[in-house]
T-cell receptor, first 112, second 114 residues
Framework: QQQVKQSPQSLIVQKGGISIINCAYE??????FPWYQQFPGKGPALLIAIRPDVSEKKEGRFTISFNKSAKQFSLHIMDSQPGDSATYFC???????????FGSGTKLNVKP | DSGVTQTPKHLITATGQRVTLRCSPR?????VYWYQQSLDQGLQFLIQ???????AKGNILERFSAQQFPDLHSELNLSSLELGDSALYFC?????????????FGPGTRLLVL
């Protein structure tokens, strides 16, 4: 049973465009929602994270929108750049034991 | 640099063999997680340790085992290896206090089973 569902699987965006990746979860006990960025051959790196008592968090060109009632959250990358081309994973933390559940990943390709 | 170290970086072995992957968490982190990532696949959670004790188990095969030592480093043992075990294995750590909820990933060990 997949705890966190992520879409789309892949995404192609033109340079300067907006990239949007969506995630949905079922477990209302999740209390922390990070996004990770992974370049080929590297480990995932924390990009931005949000707690469910906040509806939006912005860091530079990256914004998380969080809809608690719909149990959905999304990552928006404004002014997308070729250097943003990577795989992005959403995740959710379970309240007990700090366990994290990851989405299946979105491969983003930003075309110059 | 996340502060999490993993050795070796690459590992090539044959089917039926046994290997050990090692992970050193960030200074002060008590939790260690192991993940498997096959080609173009997501992160599959294997197992979590917290301060030496097993805390959570994911889709870890019976041929795989792990432990966390008193100095908090962890080892993942993979035995009776099969071709399908070829993957990237990541270790992550968390639990250092203020950033407790954040997982920091190591660079991974790339395992190739021939």
């Amino acid at each position: 049973q997949q705890q966190v569902k992520q879409s789309p699987q892949s995404l192609i965006v033109q340079k300067g465009g907006i990239s949007i990746i969506n995630c949905a979860y079922e477990n209302t006990a999740f209390d922390y929602f990070p996004w990770y960025q992974q370049f080929p051959g590297k480990g995932p790196a924390l990009l931005i994270a949000i707690r469910p008592d906040v509806s939006e968090k912005k860091e530079g060109r990256f914004t998380i929108s969080f809809n608690k009632s719909a149990k959905q959250f999304s990552l928006h990358i404004m002014d997308s750049q070729p250097g943003d081309s990577a795989t992005y994973f959403c995740a959710a933390r379970g309240y007990n034991f700090n366990k994290f559940y990851f989405g299946s990943g979105t491969k983003l390709n930003v075309k110059p | 640099d996340s502060g999490v170290t993993q050795t070796p970086k690459h590992l090539i072995t044959a089917t039926g063999q046994r290997v050990t992957l090692r992970c050193s968490p960030r200074s002060g982190d008590l939790s260690v997680y192991w993940y498997q990532q096959s080609l173009d696949q997501g992160l599959q959670f294997l197992i979590q340790y917290y301060n030496g004790e097993e805390r959570a188990k994911g889709n870890i095969l019976e041929r795989f085992s792990a432990q966390q030592f008193p100095d908090l480093h962890s080892e993942l043992n993979l035995s009776s290896l099969e071709l399908g075990d070829s993957a990237l294995y990541f270790c992550a750590s968390s639990g250092g206090g203020g950033a407790q909820e954040t997982q920091y990933f190591g660079p991974g060990t790339r395992l190739l089973v021939l």
